[in-house]
């Protein structure tokens, strides 16, 4: 008996082991960003892009590419050091990464707060498995948060 359940076991390894992911917040994100070598753009925003592109685990065992790239359209405002008050609207890239099974994703027409990384011919939208770069239907507070970490020139995790 011992020995069926190790066979078992053995064949499903994916399953047992599930993706622990810390809980991105906005002081994360904005220091992550400023001591990345990557410049980033900050901007509030809804994306517009085909879903059917984003990669989908079709059940056990089955393992999406580990990076997707997706043609996208934000439109929203970019922050320049006042505030998200500077109308933007562009083309980015989204690139999707996956780690086993477990893929990042976006809603589409959801406002966000975006993390947009320069790319070298358009912005890119990362989007982790763990998420981080994006925060839906952003709050005043969150915003706040952004102006906070730019004006004093750091952002710490206590900060939320």
Not at 28 to 47: C, K, P
Not at 81 to 100: A, H, I, R
Request: hydrophobic fraction near 40%.
């Amino acid at each position: 008996m011992r020995s069926l359940v190790l066979a078992a076991s053995l064949l499903i390894p994916a399953q047992a082991f599930a993706l622990s992911c810390v809980e991105p917040t906005v002081a994360s994100s904005y220091t992550a960003a400023t001591t990345s070598e990557d410049s980033f753009l900050l901007s509030t925003g809804t994306l517009t892009f085909d879903v059917s592109l984003l990669p989908r685990s079709k059940g056990l065992g089955d393992k999406p590419a580990n990076r997707t790239r997706i043609p996208a359209t934000v439109k929203g405002n970019a922050f320049l050091g006042e505030g998200f008050d500077q109308p933007f609207e562009t083309n980015v890239e989204l690139v999707v990464e996956c780690v086993l099974s477990w893929c990042g994703s976006i809603e589409p027409g959801v406002e966000h707060l975006l993390f947009l990384r320069e790319g070298k011919a358009s912005y890119e939208l990362s989007l982790p498995a763990c998420g981080g770069t994006t925060f839906a239907n952003p709050t005043p507070e969150m915003l706040n948060e952004v102006k906070t970490c730019f004006s004093e020139g750091n952002c710490s995790a206590e900060t939320n």
